[in-house]
C-alpha cells in the first residue's frame, strides 16, 4: 500500500471517528490557507471527492437544461491524467501523475458520465474508457482502484460510463466475462435474508450480504443506467424473488428488495456507527433512481415525497453532490427539481458552483472563514473504496455514495 493511499484511509476515519451523527456527512473543511480553485463545486476539501462532485454537479446541471460554467467544465477535463484515469483532486495539474497519484474508477467512470453528457469532450472520454477497459478485473468488473477487487458499486458506475461513451457494456469483457457477469456474482439468491438484493463484495468468509446501497447501484448498473436515468417501462417491484439467470431478473430481485425495505417509512437507514438510528438521504435519492429506472413508479414516488419534505436540511449542510443526488431522483421520477419541497434545487446546485465573471465565488468567500460547514460529497463510494482497500473491512457507503447498509 502506497503511503498516499494509507494517509487517505487515515484521513477518513479520523474524520468519521470524530464526527456527530449530525456531521456524519460531512467533509473535512479546507484548511484557510490553502485557496480552493475558484471553478470548483462546493467549499469542502477536494482532495477525497472533488473529481466526483464535479461531475455530479455538470451532469445534473446538463440534465436540467441549465448550461455549466466553461470554467467549471475546463477544471474537471484538466484533472485527467496522461493515461485517462483521474484521480479525487490533483491541487497542481502540471504535474504529471505518478504511481503515487491516487487514481481510481469511481472518479473516473462519474467524469466519464458527465463530459459524455455535455459533448465535446471524445477526446477526454476515450482516453478515460480505454483506461477503465484496462482496469476491468477477470471477473468482468471492477473495484475501486485498478486491481482492487470487484464491487457491485465501481462495476455499475462503470457500467454507465461505458453506456454514456457509447460502448455496449455486455461486450467488454475480460476472459470471456462481462460487468453483468460481475454483477451476478454479487446478486443475493432467493433463499433467506437480504432475498434479491445485491452485495458490496463479499466478506472475508465469502458470504453475500445484502447491501442497500450497493443494491441501488446494482439494479441501475444491470439495466445498463447511469447515474441519470429516465422512468422505467413494464417494470415492477411487487414480483416475487425468481433465480437470477440474467441482468434483467437481478435488477427486478433488487428493486423488490429496496421497495420491501421502503414500504415501512419510505426512507432508508443509515448505517455508520453512531448513526444508525437516522435516514440515510443519499441513499434513498439512490434507492429513488434505481426504482423509477426499474419501472417501480409507485414506490420511487412515495420515498421521493418523502425527500422533498426531509431533505432540505441535509442537502445544505452536505452541498453540491446532495443537490445533484436530489435532482436525479426528481428527474427519473418525473417531478420538478426547481420546486422540491419549496426549494429549487437547481438554483441551490448552480449557487454552490462558480459564479459569473466579476463576481466573488462561493468557494472564494467560504475559504476566508474555516468556520464554514463543508461540502460532502465525499463520493458516495470513496470512503468504501479506500477502507476496503487499506483492510479495514468496512462494507458501507458514505452518501454522496459511500456509506450505508440496510438491515
Known amino acids: 500500500m502506497n503511503v498516499l493511499r494509507s494517509a487517505a484511509v487515515l484521513a477518513a476515519v479520523a474524520v468519521i471517528g470524530a464526527a456527530s451523527p449530525a456531521a456524519a456527512d460531512s467533509s473535512p473543511s479546507p484548511s484557510p490557507s ?7 463545486y462546493g467549499d469542502g476539501d477536494p482532495q477525497y471527492d472533488g473529481v466526483w462532485r464535479q461531475s455530479l454537479a455538470l451532469l445534473a446541471q446538463h440534465t436540467v437544461g441549465v448550461e455549466p460554467p466553461k470554467a467549471a467544465v475546463g477544471w474537471l477535463t484538466g484533472q485527467q491524467c496522461a493515461d485517462g484515469s483521474f484521480a479525487p483532486y490533483r491541487a497542481d495539474t502540471a504535474k504529471a501523475c505518478d504511481a503515487k497519484t491516487m487514481v481510481d474508477t469511481n472518479q473516473t467512470a462519474a ?3 458527465a463530459l459524455a453528457a455535455l459533448g465535446g469532450h471524445d477526446a477526454v472520454t476515450d482516453k478515460a474508457v480505454d483506461w477503465l477497459k484496462s482496469a476491468q478485473n ?20 462503470v457500467i454507465g460510463a461505458l453506456a454514456a461513451a457509447g460502448e455496449k457494456p455486455a461486450e467488454v469483457k475480460k476472459d470471456g466475462k462481462s460487468p453483468y457477469d460481475a454483477l451476478l456474482t454479487l446478486a443475493l439468491p432467493c433463499g433467506g435474508d437480504g432475498a434479491g438484493a445485491f ?53 427486478a430481485n433488487g428493486a423488490a428488495y429496496l421497495a420491501d425495505a421502503l414500504a415501512k417509512d419510505s426512507h432508508l437507514i443509515s448505517a455508520l456507527p453512531g448513526a444508525e438510528d437516522q435516514p440515510d438521504y443519499g441513499n434513498t435519492a439512490d434507492a429513488v433512481v434505481a426504482l423509477a429506472a426499474q419501472g417501480a413508479t409507485e414506490q420511487a414516488g412515495k420515498s421521493l415525497a418523502w425527500l422533498e419534505k426531509n431533505s432540505a436540511d441535509w442537502a445544505a ?17 418525473g417531478a420538478d427539481p426547481r420546486d422540491f419541497g419549496g426549494t429549487d434545487l437547481v438554483k441551490q446546485l448552480t449557487a ?5 465573471p466579476g463576481t466573488t465565488t462561493r468557494a472564494e468567500k467560504n475559504n476566508e472563514d474555516d468556520k464554514k460547514e463543508s461540502d460532502s460529497s465525499f463520493g458516495v463510494w470513496w470512503f468504501v473504496g479506500v477502507c476496503l482497500v487499506a483492510g479495514i473491512g468496512i462494507g458501507i457507503l458514505i452518501s454522496g455514495r459511500t456509506k450505508r447498509q440496510q438491515p
Open 138 to 157: 477477470k471477473d468482468g468488473g471492477w473495484g475501486y482502484t485498478a486491481g482492487g477487487a470487484s464491487d457491485a458499486n465501481s462495476t455499475s458506475v
Open 352 to 356: 454552490s458552483g462558480p459564479s459569473a
Open 317 to 333: 449542510r452536505s452541498g453540491p453532490a446532495a443537490y445533484a443526488q436530489l435532482i436525479f431522483a426528481a428527474h427519473a421520477a
Open 34 to 40: 490553502r485557496a480552493l480553485p475558484s471553478a470548483l
Open 199 to 251: 452485495a458490496f463484495q463479499p466478506d472475508k468468509k465469502g458470504k453475500l450480504v445484502a447491501n442497500a446501497d450497493a443494491t441501488a447501484a446494482g439494479v441501475l448498473g444491470s439495466l445498463g443506467k447511469g447515474l441519470v436515468t429516465e422512468p422505467g417501462k413494464g417494470g415492477s417491484a411487487d414480483a416475487d424473488c425468481e433465480k437470477a439467470d440474467g441482468p434483467e431478473r437481478a435488477a
Open 111 to 113: 467524469a466519464v458520465q
